[in-house]
């Protein structure tokens, strides 16, 4: 089992910079595909970015793609988000997520605010 927990959320204007960071316990952290979604109000959650076990392939959504770079610290079972030259449309929840060898991903954090002003 791994549990995810979230951090770094908050109100930025647009043009700015956050770092999502995702907490991630177990032992096993390093076996999981981990990946950044994001969901915003009355939106369906959608995917953000991806990095596998030892960072060697990294996939992101074409809406975020040169503004956003994921990366992972398996020695302190962390996953990051950083998120540069923000907009209003980036902002959601964004929640951190992992699998193993299933297709879907099945453990979740519970989500951090990310709000972008104009």
């Known amino acids: 089992q791994v549990q995810l927990v979230e951090s770094g959320g908050g109100l930025v204007q647009a043009g700015g910079s956050l770092r999502l960071s995702c907490a991630a316990s177990?032992?096993?952290?390093?076996?999981?595909?981990m990946a950044w979604f994001r969901q915003a109000p009355g939106q369906e959650r959608e995917f953000v970015a991806a990095i596998n076990k030892v960072g060697s392939s990294i996939n992101y959504a074409d809406s975020v793609k040169g503004r956003f770079t994921i990366s992972r610290d398996n020695a302190k079972n962390m996953v990051y988000l950083q998120m540069n030259s923000l907009k209003p449309e980036d902002t959601a929840v964004y929640y951190c997520?992992?699998?193993?060898?299933?297709?879907?991903?099945?453990?979740w954090g519970q989500g951090t605010q990310v709000t972008v002003s104009s």
């Open positions: 997520a992992g699998r193993g060898a299933t297709i879907d991903y099945n453990y």
């Open positions: 177990g032992r096993t952290f390093s076996m999981y595909v």
